[in-house]
Nanobody, 127 residues
Framework: QVQLRESGGGLVQAGGSLRLSCAAS????????MAWFRQAPGKEREFVAT????????FYASSVKGRFTISRDNAKNTVYLQMNSLKVEDTAVYYC????????????????????WGQGTQVTVSS
């Protein structure tokens, strides 16, 4: 199995940027497709972005496409989420997750398809 730990969250003004990191330990990181999900208060956890095991394919929720970029560095066992042009509605706890190596939508949009999760990092965007 793999252990995941997110970092990089914080408070930022609307229009600003943050980069989230998710460091993995344990079983071979490069054997997993990775994703970011988020959960706002009172809402269900929702898909944000996913990347295949080798980084060749990425997919995004329509709400973040063009603003967020998912990437990974298998040598560092880390996946990233660069978030630009942040909006108040991006406020949520952000989670990284590990799943099948070639996972992509629609399967990637379902949290149940990811076996391993981090604890989450809070992102708050102020107006």
């Amino acid at each position: 199995q793999v252990q995941l730990r997110e970092s990089g969250g914080g408070l930022v003004q609307a229009g600003g940027s943050l980069r989230l990191s998710c460091a993995a330990s344990g079983r071979a990181f490069s054997s997993y497709g990775m994703a970011w999900f988020r959960q706002a208060p009172g809402k269900e956890r929702e898909f944000v972005a996913t990347i295949t095991w080798n980084g060749d394919s990425t997919f995004y929720a329509s709400s973040v496409k063009g603003r967020f970029t998912i990437s990974r560095d298998n040598a560092k066992n880390t996946v990233y989420l660069q978030m630009n042009s942040l909006k108040v509605e991006d406020t949520a706890v952000y989670y990284c997750a590990a799943g099948p190596p070639y996972i992509r939508p629609p399967q990637a949009m379902g949290a149940a398809n990811f076996a391993y999760w981090g604890q989450g990092t809070q992102v708050t965007v102020s107006s």
